[in-house]
């Protein structure tokens, strides 16, 4: 389906998971220190993934063409859950105890948000505008 045709359940949709993101990437971004090399990488990641999430906002709400595959390259840097990670999650929680599992789950909340924005994103590509 082309992004001119989409259906306003669908884009409130994709709009309501990407502010998601951009909201819990943005918590997580201004939660470090930024005092440290690794603070400030992970940082800059977050506040990457912040801006990316609110262009797809932007040019979901324009329903521009390149939105849903902006969508797409979007859940693949910020990452979508899968069993491994979920498994990396119980044993933060064995090893560190519940502190860690919360800032976990917000990584945690993120992801699967970006997993339902990647699902709808590939409904919305055609075949032809895939490699446009």
Do not use: C
Not at 22 to 28: E, I, K, N, Q
Not at 44 to 55: D, G, K, S
Not at 70 to 82: D, Q, S, V
């Amino acid at each position: 389906m082309h992004p001119h045709y989409w259906k306003p359940a669908i884009m409130r949709t994709l709009i309501a998971v990407e502010s998601l993101t951009a909201v819990m990437y943005a918590y997580l971004g201004l939660s470090l220190s930024w005092r440290d090399a690794d603070s400030i990488l992970r940082g800059l990641h977050f506040l990457l993934i912040v801006a990316a999430a609110l262009t797809v906002i932007w040019g979901t709400v324009r329903r521009a063409t390149w939105a849903p595959k902006l969508a797409i390259a979007l859940a693949a840097l910020a990452g979508i859950p899968n069993f491994m990670f979920l498994g990396a999650l119980v044993d933060v929680y064995v090893r560190a105890g519940l502190s860690a599992l919360l800032l976990w789950s917000w990584i945690t909340v993120a992801n699967l948000a970006q997993l339902v924005a990647l699902v709808i994103a590939l409904r919305q590509v055609r075949v032809g505008d895939a490699a446009a």
